[in-house]
T-cell receptor, first 114, second 114 residues
Framework: GNSVTQMEGPVTLSEEAFLTINCTYT??????LFWYVQYPGEGLQLLLKATKADDKGSNKGFEATYRKETTSFHLEKGSVQVSDSAVYFCALSSFTGANSKLTFGKGITLSVRP | GAVVSQHPSWVICKSGTSVKIECRSLDFQATTMFWYRQFPKQSLMLMAT?????????EQGVEKDKFLINHASLTLSTLTVTSAHPEDSSFYICSASRVVIEQYFGPGTRLTVT
């Protein structure tokens, strides 16, 4: 079956540090890949996505590239801010009949210190 | 756009009672709604997928008689936890979809069964 593996957390960084959060996946076919962010007390929000190999998703300074050869979708940001503190989930979507189903990684908590 | 609400945000109930959680898409019509369960420090686990006007499709291991899902309109789905027990205590999250691969998430409902 499909699965998503994220690096273990939590991660604590100082403001303006470089961020990498690793994500690898196992899937049949050609899934779409996503990063979701969950700020404290809020629901999940789509951060970025990529729908095919070599696509790069980007939003709010975050980037991730769909690497089919390494089955990875690592999240990066060049300079993190305190406001980036949140839980980050990597996910893939697969089709089941007429619906699309999301499979999530465990999530990783990022804390950014001023 | 694409706002999803859940009500209540937090509920405590006694063991053996039933509790209903509502999920609403506020500014769009959702052809499909999903219900997830999230345990502390763990990922979201899909419980069921529901399409408006039809029976929900439950994931393996999810008791359909315990977790009743109704999707009566394009903007409302409900999850009823029947005869709740302490092990049902969890964070329940819904999402709504208007196009196949994108899901918009509600803020979640914290259920505590005493």
């Amino acid at each position: 079956g499909n699965s998503v593996t994220q690096m273990e957390g939590p991660v604590t960084l100082s403001e303006e540090a470089f961020l990498t959060i690793n994500c690898t996946y196992t899937a049949t076919g050609y899934p779409s890949l996503f990063w979701y962010v969950q700020y404290p007390g809020e629901g999940l929000q789509l951060l970025l996505k990529a729908t095919k190999a070599d696509d790069k998703g980007s939003n709010k300074g975050f980037e991730a590239t769909y690497r089919k050869e390494t089955t990875s979708f690592h999240l990066e940001k060049g300079s993190v801010q305190v406001s980036d503190s949140a839980v980050y989930f990597c996910a893939l979507s697969s089709f089941t009949g007429a619906n699309s189903k999301l499979t999530f990684g465990k999530g990783i908590t990022l804390s950014v210190r001023p | 756009g694409a706002v999803v609400s859940q009500h209540p945000s937090w509920v405590i109930c006694k063991s053996g009672t039933s509790v209903k959680i509502e999920c609403r898409s506020l500014d769009f019509q959702a052809t499909t709604m999903f219900w997830y369960r999230q345990f502390p420090k763990q990922s979201l686990m899909l419980m069921a997928t529901s399409n408006e006007g039809s029976k929900a499709t439950y994931e393996q291991g999810v008791e359909k008689d315990k977790f009743l899902i109704n999707h009566a309109s394009l903007t409302l789905s409900t999850l009823t936890v029947t005869s709740a027990h302490p092990e049902d205590s969890s964070f329940y999250i819904c999402s709504a979809s208007r196009v196949v691969i994108e899901q918009y998430f509600g803020p979640g409902t914290r259920l505590t069964v005493t």
